[in-house]
């Protein structure tokens, strides 16, 4: 059999209906596979959207208003973007060392990235709510 075209390698992808294994390496040139740009496109530029959100946040506010907020807020301004960072750190260091996260509670199964999602949502509001019960409400 001869080569396959660009075109045809294209409509026949692994996991496909049409697929029959032999075209393992199909979409592996010509810009890779679009869910790949679209996360490293959300990768880079949610980060840079935020900073630039945050900087302009920090220009424009004065540095008696800014002092003033975290202080009133303290637990919201900083305590929960840790808490998120905690969580991620959580499900990233288990991911690293146990391999692929299976979660299965409640009655639901969870694999791969869902699994990974439930888990830092779990771990999210575990700790939003240890830094509710030992805040000091006043």
Do not use: Y
């Not at 075109?7 to 496909?16: C, E, H, K, T, Y």
């Not at 979409?27 to 880079?44: E, F, N, Y």
């Not at 979660?103 to 969870?110: I, L, P, Q, R, T």
């Amino acid at each position: 059999m001869g080569k396959m075209s660009w075109l045809a390698q294209q409509a026949i992808r692994p996991g496909s209906a049409r697929d029959d294994g032999a075209s393992d390496h199909a979409g592996k040139h010509q810009g890779g596979d679009p869910r790949r740009v679209i996360a490293w496109l959300l990768i880079v530029t949610v980060p840079v959207a935020a900073g630039a959100i945050l900087a302009g946040l920090l220009a424009l506010l004065p540095l008696e208003t800014l002092q003033q907020i975290t202080t009133d807020h303290f637990a919201a301004v900083v305590g929960l973007p840790l808490a998120a960072l905690l969580a991620a750190f959580v499900v990233v260091a288990l991911r690293h060392t146990s391999g692929p996260l299976k979660f299965e509670a409640f009655g639901f199964k969870f694999e791969g990235g869902a699994g990974q999602v439930i888990l830092w949502v779990i771990c999210f509001l575990a700790i939003t709510a240890a830094i509710r019960v030992v805040w000091n409400a006043v």
